[in-house]
């Protein structure tokens, strides 16, 4: 039997490495989670959610493609049903005022770009909760939000947000780092998120034809938040450079020239000639290939292993991450090549990152995620969407692309967590007719972690709703 320091410190990793317990997990998950956390690395994979109605970014840029020139259909028939009749003309021959316009869609349903992300979002939620630990769940978000793109930005962006997550994060959590960063930055959803499929090089057959240039939007954003971090020793030039060796990474549009509209392409015809230097080396490579040689590069440069080691560790551990933890996690990095499963495994079998107090408080999507597995129940979208709305951390959809912030201030605000309160009441009221004793799930979720004065205000509370409300605003079911 374990010991209860263990249990306590099984308690703390379940929260910290997962998504929280589910009821009856209990004692057993608690003593054997590192074992459970190694497990999950070594499987080497996470699910892909299912149900969702699109199998592929291609597919659903087809999609989004027919829906807006459906569209433009319906505008231009109503533009030319409200226009007057010229004097003169025949009445059997002028368009009927206000005549009807045949309807693209049922009605009370979204349009297709939100009808889609409401599907992948859903799909995702239920995913998250029926995780066993989270820990793969936790570092697809993790990865999500590094390599973000907003669903706001666009039509194509929001009716993509769940195929990006899909194709370009969720193979590679348990892969190399640097097959992610190719995945993810020549993505529609981010080529067009930063808008790469707009960027021509000045001496291009396009630049020199159309006198358009460069767009290094995408190119910074690699630079400063993918891979070597706002100090890691690059310069305006190099920004300018990669922008170079990245144009032609485009969308394929409605007209399907390149291949199938709305998946990704190469096109030579926007892509700036000759040798392009970045970072002290030379790019001489041709077409599409010298990107990847970039990109590769640049997953490898030990500023980015020093990058990633600190946001892991200080997503999982601490904001102000113990710095002898920083230092090998970034040593794994760099000895392994950006092999990501060594890199979790050096994260969980390091004593600082398994002894450390639960100081982080949990992010509104893993607030949203921890309570309705604790409650055991499986929302609809609309209990989903509101709660994380109010609280701020909508999902795909943060402000810039630095992706929604990860440290304590930003979400252990007076305001932040007035709204907590408010969202945890509802919750206490929707499960109370299926919780059956609060003080039981207090004791079940939160094991050794429960302090006596979470234990007596639940049993003291004046009703169930406000019990279960209590408990899931206790510092114990908060913090991780």
Request: aromatic share 8%; with cysteine; charged share 20%.
């Amino acid at each position: 039997m374990a010991e209860a320091g263990e249990l306590k410190a099984g308690a703390i990793a379940l929260q910290r490495f997962g998504l929280g317990p589910k009821p009856g997990q209990g004692e057993a998950a608690r003593a054997q989670v590192r074992d459970r956390l190694l497990a999950e690395i070594a499987a080497g994979r996470v699910a892909q959610p299912e149900s969702v109605t699109f199998s592929g970014a291609a597919e659903i840029g087809k999609a989004l493609y027919d829906f807006e020139d459906q569209q433009k259909r319906e505008r231009e028939a109503r533009r030319v049903a409200v226009v007057p009749a010229p004097q003169g003309t025949q009445v059997a021959n002028a368009a009927p005022q206000n005549q009807m316009v045949p309807a693209s869609k049922p009605a009370n349903e979204p349009a297709l770009p939100y009808r889609t992300y409401r599907d992948e979002v859903k799909a995702r939620v239920d995913l998250a909760l029926a995780a066993e630990t989270g820990f793969g769940e936790r570092l697809v978000m993790f990865w999500s939000n590094h390599f973000c793109i907003g669903a706001t930005k666009s039509n194509l962006c929001r009716i993509m947000a769940g195929a990006y997550e899909r194709e370009a994060i969720r193979p590679h959590v348990f892969g190399r780092f640097e097959d992610m960063l190719i995945a993810a930055e020549s993505h529609p959803a981010m080529l067009d998120f930063l808008d790469n499929r707009q960027s021509i090089g000045p001496n291009s057959p396009a630049g020199r034809r159309r006198g358009r240039g460069l767009n290094e939007n995408l190119a910074r954003e690699i630079l400063e938040l993918h891979t070597l971090g706002v100090s890691g020793g690059y310069a305006q030039a190099d920004v300018t450079n990669l922008a170079r060796i990245i144009t032609g990474w485009t969308v394929v549009g409605r007209e399907g020239v390149l291949g199938f509209p709305g998946s990704f392409a190469f096109n030579s015809g926007l892509h700036e000639p000759g040798v392009t230097p970045l970072l002290g080396r030379r790019y001489d490579q041709p077409g599409k290939a010298q990107g990847i040689a970039a990109l590769t590069d640049l997953a490898h440069h030990p500023a980015t292993a020093r990058f990633i080691a600190t946001k892991l560790a200080r997503h999982f551990v601490a904001d102000a991450p113990p710095r002898a933890l920083v230092e090998k996690l970034a040593g794994t990095f760099r000895q392994s090549g950006g092999d990501l499963p060594s890199l979790y495994r050096t994260l969980i079998d390091d004593d600082a990152a398994w002894r450390a107090p639960a100081s982080k408080i949990r992010s509104p999507q893993e607030f949203l995620l921890a309570s309705y597995r604790a409650l055991g129940r499986k929302p609809d979208f609309g209990q989903i969407i509101g709660p994380v709305g109010v609280m701020g951390q909508s999902f795909w959809q943060p402000s810039g692309p630095n992706g929604y912030a990860d440290d304590n201030a930003a979400w252990a605000s007076a305001e932040g967590l007035k709204t907590r309160v408010d969202v945890a009441a509802g919750w206490g009221r929707q499960a109370a007719g299926s919780v059956a004793d609060p003080r039981v799930l207090a004791e079940d979720m939160l094991g050794p972690l429960i302090s006596p004065e979470t234990k007596q205000a639940v049993a003291r509370a004046e009703s169930k709703p406000q019990a279960l409300a209590l408990l899931l605003m206790s510092p114990e079911f908060q913090r991780r």
